[in-house]
């Protein structure tokens, strides 16, 4: 039986990469009867949609963003550098 | 090596090994380049500048731009090197030229977990109140950018590149310099600092109202 840390990595490995049917099985099995882990599995799978919707965002907030005055500027620059 | 590389490919790279025009450029990879050049300088009118750089230098140069890799991966090589010019210009020395090794401890990991107890949860997480409502507020989106900037500079670097840029495995793994092993390790330790993070600033607030 995997332990709850060797499964919130699995869990985590099971949005990068393809696991191995063994760890599927053993992960399925370990998640039958750990809630916990279970959260954790719907909370990883929410922060993928959430964060790839976040960087689809048009009128995200500007922190992780070009503002858009360097994007304006940027862009003359690029201009007016054309080869 | 490359069927691992293969097999992580789990989604199609969002840009073609085509290349587009360069007036793209700013448009297509603008925002991923500046993040990547923000959550290394930590400091946004320098990765202003730096995407600046970058983009002149692709300018003079993307004759040369072969195609063996996507064009975001060709750019955040150029960007790399502005990066190293950028530190020099400072007098400091680049402060993550040392990837984040997976056999590294991570003290959040280890706090997380107890040993003593088999490795279960040390508090448990129980499920969320109403996550699909957050997406819904401009609130949630600070507080989600909010905690990306607390990662440590390697996970956030690796998550922002994967997650909210779409680089896949193999080739996030060369923008990153590691193994698919280390950038699995640096997705995982994201996700439990970014829960963490999430459950206290925005989900505990939401249960008690
Ligand atoms: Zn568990």
Partial sequence: MLSCKETSLLVSQSLDRRLAWRERIALRMHLLVCGACRSFADQAAFLRTAVRRFGRRANAPEPLRLSQDARERIARELRDKQP | ?209
């Avoid at chain 2, 691992?4 to 090994?17: D, E, K």
């Avoid at chain 2, 730096?50 to 060709?74: C, I, K, N, P, Y």
């Avoid at chain 2, 400091?92 to 040993?115: G, K, M, S």
Wanted: proline residues 6%.
């Fill in chain 2, 1 to 209: 090596m490359g069927a691992v590389l293969r097999r992580i490919h789990s989604r199609p790279l969002p840009v073609t090994t085509q290349g587009t025009a360069p007036e793209a450029w700013l448009d297509m990879h603008g925002d991923a380049l500046f993040r990547y050049a923000l959550l290394r300088a930590h400091d946004r009118d320098a990765a202003e500048d730096l995407v600046q750089d970058t983009l002149l230098a692709a300018l003079r140069s993307h004759r040369d731009f072969a195609g063996h890799s996507s064009e975001r991966t060709w750019l955040i090589g150029i960007l790399k090197h502005k990066l190293a010019d950028h530190w020099r210009r400072l007098g400091r020395e680049a402060p993550l030229e040392t990837p984040l090794d997976a056999a590294e401890t991570d003290e959040l990991l280890e706090h997380l977990f107890d040993a003593e107890n088999g490795d279960h949860w040390r508090t448990p997480p129980s499920p969320w109140p109403d996550p699909d409502t957050a997406l819904e507020q401009q609130q949630f989106w600070k507080a989600l950018s909010g905690c990306i900037d607390t990662l440590p500079s390697a996970q956030a670097q690796a998550f922002a590149l994967c997650e909210i840029d779409g680089v896949a495995g193999a080739e996030a793994c060369k923008v990153l310099d590691v193994s698919p092993t280390n950038l699995w390790v640096m997705l995982h330790r994201a996700r439990l600092r970014l829960r963490q993070c999430l459950e206290i600033h925005w989900f505990a607030n939401v249960s008690k109202e």
